[in-house]
């Protein structure tokens, strides 16, 4: 039978799965952090109109800690790529071996964009006249000085974003006087210490276009009560509904109980009908694996994932705990970063589609240990809006995607179309929007407020 516990009329929560496990679990999955808020709505203005859309450009995506690629995909000294975010463009570059800059992607003369793509170079040398710049951003080349005889070459240097990084993410901040990266971050990295022990590389990486605001396609993952009614084949095996719900300064969580029954599930699975819907295995198909006698599906599931994992991260896998190998963390660092916890490989990053608010690109980043050397990063695959993540060799995962965007056009054009001028949160289940908001505010402000 699945792992049904006897609650009386209690509704189970995810400390109680916790209680369940074979091994000590970390001490950050015990304490809750629920948050405090005073509100359930907000305005639906933040989705639909522009005037948000260059409040946003302004006070946000200017100011804030954000993720701009992994540090595997600049590896080499000169190694760069072009990170754009609503409308505005940065160059982000390995100067030195051990060092990442970044600069505005405009050159200090006529305004040109200094790169248009991803490369290696031992210079920076715009294109439209030919000035140039030391990988440092110090000035190295006017191919007219007697013309800029009024310029200081000390003070002609690229302006820097500030850069940090993070298990191999690489972030920017085009705020210069913006506090470190590991400040922001905070006990985000402690959280994460045990789950990205082991280097990572970019296994899978796919991008789509989708007909919503960004913050429309990333709310969509950032509570998971909606898989009854999007996602009815996972409900035999996740406990939606008994989710933990935690927010901190800039990031946020919720985690679902894998392989127990939640009290969305309106009856009690057996072992083999949550292992069917764990492996997308059909009744008339035969189970490929054997549990256990008495095995319950959670039992299964973990000892099948301890192995796995044993063979990438060697025996300190003995010490991960039941939950860290089969629970489910979906962590948002805010604003667009959503890195998964656990044995899991997703980041979900979220933008606006250049300078439209109506339409945004979704990635999905698998970043998965490996053994040996460490693998080249994947190649972008490049979905249209109407490509299905299906095509993309996601697996199981691309079929449940396409599920969650089937949804974000509909949520645009219901909101588009809306009389009630706000969204009515959920009063536990949705926190992580509410803390997204509230941080929204912070960074936000209207024009002439
Ligand atoms: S615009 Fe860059 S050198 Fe003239
Ligand atoms: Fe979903």
Known sequence: MGEKLDLGDRRITYQDVLDLDSREVPKHLREESRGDFDFHEASIDRYVSREWHEAEKKHLWRRVWQFACREEHI???GDHIVYEIAGASYVVIR???DTIRAYPNACLHRGRQLKQYAGRCAE?????HGITWHLDGTLKRIPAPWEFEHVDPERFQLPQCEVGTWAGFVFINPDPDAGPLESYLGDL????SVWFAAERYVEAHVSKVIRANWKVAQEAFMECWHAPATHPQTVPYAAFGACQVDVYDNFARFITPSEVVGPMMPWDPTTEEMLRSTMDVRMDEELPVTPAP???ARQFIVRGTREKWRGLVGEQVEQWSDADLVDNFTYTVFPNMMPWGGVHKIVYRFRPNGDDHRTSIMEVFLVAPFTGERPPPAREVVLGPDDPF???GLGILGNVLDQDCANMEKV?????????????????QENNLKWMHRLMDRYVRMDGE
């Open 75 to 77: 590896p080499e000294v």
């Open 95 to 97: 100067s030195a071996p």
């Open 124 to 128: 920076i040398r715009c294109p439209f």
């Open 189 to 192: 990295v402690d959280q994460f």
């Open 294 to 296: 008495d095995e319950t």
């Open 390 to 392: 299906a095509s993309a």
């Open 412 to 428: 645009q054009f219901g909101l588009e179309s809306a009389h009630k001028r706000t969204v009515t949160f959920a009063s536990y």
